[in-house]
């Protein structure tokens, strides 16, 4: 068995606190509210900073460290269709994907959530359905996002939502790492 060190406190804090946020105003808060609003722009500040931490963080919050890549994620299908077992230290490639699909859709859904507050689009329809298309695609998107990374655990014998807690992956260098 072998500890990793992989995702630093500020990766986690930001994760968790964008899940608060983002179930707070999907599941709980008014959508016609102004802690909606506010929790919006909370949400909109997160995918800022780790848009910069993506650039200046630490090693594996990098975007550098997990470039998309059509040729991995495939690769990773693969192996999964065989059985076969790759441990990967940082983000997986299809982890990668879903990370980036992540951070562009709620930038979408915070853009057009001000754009409905606006004086200039007060009244039109687009934005109010650009984000209300968005926050349906992010929510299919985490539960496939949590559906995959409990696949993974199992798959892998690598329990990622502990890492995302703990900062650590605890790799078992018999299946594959």
Known sequence: MQKLKVWDPAVRLFHWSLVIAFASNALILDDDSKQHQYVGYVVLALVGFRVVWGMIG???????????SVSGSLEQMSEMATGRTRIHVGHTPLGALMIYNLLVT????????????????????????????????????????????????????????????TGSKVIDNQRGG
């Open 58 to 68: 630490t090693r594996f919050a990098r975007f550098s460290s997990f470039p998309p």
């Open 106 to 165: 709620l930038a979408i859904i915070g853009a057009s959530g001000y754009a409905m507050t606006t004086d200039l689009l007060w009244g039109v329809a687009w934005p109010e359905y650009v984000h209300e298309f968005t926050v349906t695609w992010a929510e299919v998107s985490i539960v496939l996002h949590i559906a995959a990374v409990l696949f993974e655990s199992r798959r892998t014998g690598v329990n990622l939502p502990r890492a995302m807690v």
